[in-house]
């Protein structure tokens, strides 16, 4: 790898309770007369009516406290310039670095901090966006110049399209694109390289199909297809 390269979540509330009954006192007054009896009104009657008296009274009702929120969870994420040590200051995964212009990001795996080009596992420039597939056993992983890079769930689904961008970079199959068959035109120079690919990880055995293609490009992308990388090619369109 040339020099060049490596440019490019307690609610708070009060319970209400009725009060016990209060216990009515009266003191009656009788007054007796002669020829008959009859009654004399209640001379300083005193009544109090409990809570249940005279008509049903509620205590209000207890709200429940509101359940908590679950704190939100942070992207994981790895800046875009920097060398980072494997386990120690990134975690192995899938990452994605997006809006990646010119080919002026690169990056790197690699076995060791030595710096000599056997020590790279694997390695590109990416224009648009970018896969790389970080594993446990990698002990460094280099970028300069990209986008900042975003784990994301292997497992994760998407809206697949049916056209995509001739230099949008790497896609991956049945989130990014669909499989079928696509073609692109006008490509000159065999400026247009595509590649299948089984997995993220950019070694030569993850390769599964590619080309420099002049003219008209027609490629297959299948659903066991892992990514489709597409670099300085007219768009690409969905024909069957």
């Known amino acids: 790898m040339s020099q060049q390269q490596k440019r490019n979540w307690f609610a708070r509330h009060k319970v209400l309770t009725a009060a016990g009954a209060v216990v009515a006192v009266v003191v009656i007054g009788a007054a007796v007369s002669g020829g008959g009896d009859s009654e004399s009104p209640t001379a300083g009657a005193k009544q109090e009516q409990s809570a249940g008296q005279g008509g049903d009274k509620k205590a209000p009702e207890s709200k429940a406290p509101d359940a908590p929120k679950a704190p939100e969870k942070k992207a994981v994420t790895i800046d875009?310039?920097?060398?980072?040590?494997?386990?120690a200051d990134v975690k192995p995964g899938l990452y994605r670095s997006t809006g990646n212009e010119d080919a002026g990001?690169?990056?790197e795996r690699a076995k060791s901090a030595s710096g000599d080009t056997d020590a790279i596992l694997a390695n590109d420039n990416v224009t648009g966006t970018g896969y790389v597939e970080i594993k446990a056993s990698d002990k460094?992983?280099?970028?300069?110049?990209?986008?900042?890079?975003?784990?994301?769930?292997?497992?994760?689904?998407?809206?697949?399209?049916?056209?995509?961008?001739?230099?949008?970079?790497?896609f991956k199959?049945?989130?990014?694109?669909?499989?079928?068959?696509?073609?692109s035109t006008g490509n000159k120079d065999a400026e247009c390289y595509w590649e299948r690919s089984k997995d993220a990880s950019h070694g030569t055995d993850s390769i599964l199909a590619n080309d420099n293609a002049t003219g008209t490009a027609i490629v297959k992308v299948t659903a066991k297809d892992g990514?489709?990388?597409?670099?300085g090619c007219g768009d690409w369109a969905k024909t069957s």
């Open 140 to 170: 460094l992983f280099k970028s300069s110049g990209c986008g900042t890079w975003e784990a994301v769930d292997p497992k994760a689904t998407g809206t697949p399209k049916a056209t995509l961008k001739g230099d949008g970079g790497m």
């Open 80 to 87: 875009g310039d920097g060398d980072f040590e494997v386990g």
């Open 227 to 231: 990514y489709f990388k597409s670099s």
């Open 173 to 183: 199959v049945g989130v990014d694109i669909a499989p079928g068959t696509y073609k």
């Open 105 to 107: 990001c690169y990056w």
